[in-house]
C-alpha cells in the first residue's frame, strides 16, 4: 500500500503529473472568475451611471441633495459670500484650492457622504457638519475639523446646457 | 513545520487517521467499472448545485411580482448570470440523469442485498429529498409550467384521508399557489440541500462500514483491494472530466432543450397551457400517476412507485450474490424494467389519447409486474442455477453466508 | 448497461421531436451576425414596433449593437435612454382595435415550441383565401394583421425580399430572447478545448498509475 511512490515516480510520469496538477489548477481558477464577477453591479446598474440634474429655478444659497449611482450629491448654488469664503482659505486637514473642486464658482458638486465613516452630512454653521462623529466641512467641502481626514469627495459632472448637469461624466 | 502543526493537531483531532481510514486507504475493490464512478459524480453535481444555487439566490428575487424580471435580470444583466443559471438549470437534469444510472447500475448488480440495506435506504431518503428539492426549485422562475406543475402536484396531497383539502391549503399557505408558496419554496429549497448533504455522510458512513460492492458480487480478499487514493482518486477524476463534457455540452450549447417553452411565459393563474408536462425526470412516475383512473388510486401508485425501490433486499430472495451478473432471469427482469421506463417516460410525456392511455396502463403494470413477481422469481431461479451449477466461488460463499445464518440462529438459542 | 444511457438519450430525443405537432413549420437558420441583427431591429422598429413591446430590451441595448444615439433617439421618442422598448400603441386601443393585447416579444423565440422556425414561419404564413380575406396557415387564430405583406406579395423578387426581412426580424428577436448566446457559444468551444486536454491528461495519468496493478 505504499501509494507515495505511485505519484513520486521520476521522469515522465512526475513531469505527467505536474502539467496535469497546473492544467487543472487553471482551470479551477478560471472557474471561480464567473462566480466572483457575478457579485460585481450587473449592466443594468451600470447603464444607470449618470444622473442628470435640472438648475432652473435653484436660488443662490439654495442646496439640492439628488442621488447618483445610490449616492447623495450635494448641489449648491454658491452666494458670493459663500464663494469669498470658499477661495479664502485651502481648508485645514486636506487643503487645496477650491478653484480645482469646482467648474464654474457658483455651483459646488460634492458626494454628501462623510470621509470618515460614511454619514451623510448637514448642511449648517459655515459648511456641512456630519453629526455622526462631528467632521465639519467648509463651502468647498474640505474637511475643517476631523475625525474625517479627506474632504468631500468631487464626483465626475459636467454641464451639458446652461442648467443642465450631468453627473456620472466628466 | 508542517509535521509540527499536524502532530498539535492529531492530538486534538483524528484528522490524519480520518484521511487514512476514510480516504487515502481506504480498502476499494480493485475490479470496480466505470459504472461506480456515479456515486462520487452524484457528490460534484450535488457541490455544483449549491454553489451555483447560492450565487444565484444573491440575484433572485422570490415574489411573484418579481421573480420572472429576476430571471431575466440573471439571464441578461448580472455578469455571467447567464452562465450560473444555466449551469444551474442542466445541472437538476444532470443530478438526475447521474443518480438513476446510479441507482440502476446498484439495481443491476444486486448491491442492494445483505449487508447494505441502510446504505441503500439512505440513498432512496436522498432520491426523495432531491425530488422535492428539484421539484420545489421548479417554481421559483415564476413561468407558466412552474406554476401549473406546482398547482397539479400540490393538489395531489388532497388524496390525503379526510384532511386532503386543509392539507392541500396548508402546503400552499393560500387556496391557490401564490406569493407564500413561492416564498416558502425558496426557503426550502435553499435549506434541503444541505440536508441532502447531512445525508450524504449517512450514505457514506455507511457505505465505509459496509465497502463498495463490486461487479462479481462476492466481497474480495484483502490482497484484491487497493487504496482508494490515488487508483480511484485518478480514476474519478477522468470520470469526472468526460462528466463535464456532456455536462457543459448541455449547459453552453443546448441549455434551452430542458427547459420547456411554455416557461418563459410568466405564470398566469387565469390560464392553463394546452400541453403541461413535468421535467423529463418525474415523466415515468408521472405517467404511473395519469394511468390510474381514480385520483387516490393515482397518487398511492405514483408514491409507490417510487418508494417500491426500498423493499428490494426483501423482494430479492435469492442467495447467489452478484445480481444480474450470474442470474439470466433477473438481467431480462432488470431490462425490462428498463425498457419500460423508458415507455412510461414517454407516455408521460405525449398529450394523453385513447391509445396511450392503454399503453400507460400495460406499463404501468409491467413497472409494478416485475417488483411483484421478484420474490417467486427470484427463488425459482436460484433453485434452477443451483441444480445447474454455478461458479465454485458463488457456491463457495453461498455456503459460508449460509453456515453464518446457521451458526448466529443456533448461537441465539 | 450501456444500452440504459443511449435509452436515456432516446427517451429525451423522443420528448424533444414530440414537441411539433400540427403543422409543419419552416426551417431557418437564424444569422446571429451583427449586421443581420441591426437589420432586423430596424424591420421591427418599422413593422413590429407599433404594436408589440420588448420588455427585457433597453434603448440603450440598441446603443449596445451598434446604433448612433441620434437614431435610437428616433424610436425611443419620449422615453429615456434606459426605459425598456415599449409598443407605441396602449393596451385598451389595442384591446379596442384587435381584441387582444400584442404580447411582448423579447422572450418569443424562446417562448414557443420551434422558436424561430415558429416566427419565422408564422411571419411568412399570410394568405388571401379564394374569399379576399386574409388567413394565416400556422396560427388561423391570429388577430395580428400581416406585418410584412406577404399575403399580397406575388412577385418572386418581393417575396424573396420579405423573407429577407422575416428572417432578420427573426434574427433580432433570436438575439433579444437571448443576448448572450454568441458569448455562452465562444465560451463552450473554450471550455470543451479545455476539457478535452486535462481529460487526455487525466486518462492518460490513471493509465500509468493502474499500471502499476499488474
Redo the contacts between chains.
Sequence with gaps: MAHDEALGDVGRRDFLFKVTTVVGGVGVAAATVPFVTSMNPSADLLAKATTEVDLAGMDPGHMRTVAWQGKPVFVLRRTEEQIKLAVASKGVLDPVDDQQRVKQAEWLVVIGVCTHMGCVPNLEGEGWTCHCHGSQYDYSGRVVRGPAGKNLEVPPYHFSAADKLVIGEA | MSNKIMQWVDRRFPLTSFVKHDLSEYPTPRNLSYWWNFGSLAGIVLVLQVLTGIFLAMHYKADVAQSFNSIQHIMRDVNYGWLLRYMHSTGASAFFLVIFIHMARTLYYGSYRAPRELLWWTGQGLLLLLMGTAFMGYLLPWGQMSFWGATVITNLFRATPFIGDQVVVWLRGDYTVGDETLTRFFALHYLLPFVIIGAVMVHLIALHMVKSSNPSGIDLADKDNIPFHPYFTIKDLYGLGVFLMVYFGFALFFPNLLIEPANNIPANPMQTPNHIVPEWYFLPFYAILRSVPNMVGGVVAMGLSVMLFAFMPFLDRSKIPGGALYRPIYRLQFYLFIIDMMILGYIGYVPPTDQTIVIGQIASVVYFGIFFILPFTSKIEEKWLRNRGLPAQVEALIASEELQIAQKKSGGK | ?K???L??A???V???A??NEGVKLEKIQVDPSNPAVKRGVEAFMESCHGCHSLK?I?Y?DLVGLGFDKAKVKEWQGDWTI?SPVMGMMPDDAAMASFGTIPPELS?MA????G?NNYMYSYLMGYYTGADGVTGNHVFPASKMPDPLGISSATEPAQRAEIAAKARDIVSFLNWA????EQE??R??YY??G??????S??????N???A??K
Design positions: 448497461m444500452k440504459q444511457l435509452a436515456l432516446l427517451c429525451c423522443a420528448s424533444l414530440g414537441a427585457y433597453k440603450q434606459d422572450l424562446k417562448a414557443r415550441d422558436g430572447s437571448d443576448p448572450h455562452r457559444f465560451l463552450g471550455v470543451m479545455y476539457l478535452l486536454v486535462l481529460t491528461l487525466l486518462y492518460v495519468m490513471k500509468r498509475i493502474w502499476r496493478l
